[in-house]
């Protein structure tokens, strides 16, 4: 989502909250290209945030620690918007309970957007039910299990850059659109 953003002329930067540093590694195996990408300790983020905007950033993405820790909760008291990734397995399913319920704590406005759901079968369908169910919001464009994206994140590429007219490509870019608009609803969002 960051790559579309700066494909479209706009400045992101991603703040890695995970202590995996998965976006961080992502950016050193692209050798530093923007989109820019800063580890972040938690207590840290506003700061950090602050520092993107002083260097024109038009879009900022937190990305945090899998689990409901103290970071995700600073993260959704800052963030416009809140995506809850989640695979449409039984495992995930019952995890994103608690990242709602984060969410919910700092009155963000949050959904859950399905990723890695495979090209066939009824499992997506069925995943967004037992979350409406739960009370939640589903983002309506779901991410395929695309293998686009494992060869991709390798090279430090994203899927629009790795396989440009790909299924993978297509979705993550419907997927920022999507984000883009719920940003700018009603305009009163930078
Ligand atoms: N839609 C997808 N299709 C295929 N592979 C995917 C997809 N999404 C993620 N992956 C792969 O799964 C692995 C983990 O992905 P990712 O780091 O995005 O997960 P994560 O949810 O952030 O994990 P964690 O919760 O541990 O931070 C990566 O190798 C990535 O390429
Ligand atoms: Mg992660």
């Known amino acids: 989502m960051a790559v579309a953003h700066q494909q479209e ?24 290209e923007p989109p820019l990408v800063a580890a972040v300790h938690p207590p ?38 809140v995506l809850v990734p989640c695979r449409p397995s039984t495992p995930d399913l019952a995890a994103i309970g608690a990242s709602l319920e984060v969410a919910a704590l700092a009155r963000a406005d949050a959904a859950v957007v399905l990723n890695a759901v495979p090209p066939r079968g009824s499992l997506a369908v069925e995943a967004a039910d037992a979350i409406t169910g ?12 695309r ?6 994140f390798t090279l430090g590429r994203s899927a629009q850059e790795y396989a440009p007219h790909g299924k993978a490509a297509a979705e993550v870019q419907t997927l920022y659109r ?3 608009t719920q940003l700018h609803k009603g305009g009163e969002r930078e």
């Open 147 to 152: 293998i686009a994206h494992v060869h991709a």
């Open 44 to 81: 840290r983020l506003g700061r950090s945030l602050q520092t993107f905007r002083s260097r024109d950033v038009s879009l900022a993405l937190i990305d945090t620690a899998p689990h409901a820790s103290a970071g995700a909760l600073a993260a959704c008291r800052l963030a416009d918007l």
């Open 9 to 32: 002329g706009g400045r992101a930067a991603i703040a890695d909250l995970d202590p995996q540093g998965s976006a961080v590694a992502w950016h050193h195996f692209r050798d530093g």
């Open 178 to 180: 999507w984000a883009f």
């Open 134 to 145: 739960i009370g939640a919001r589903v983002v309506p464009v779901t991410l395929g299990a």
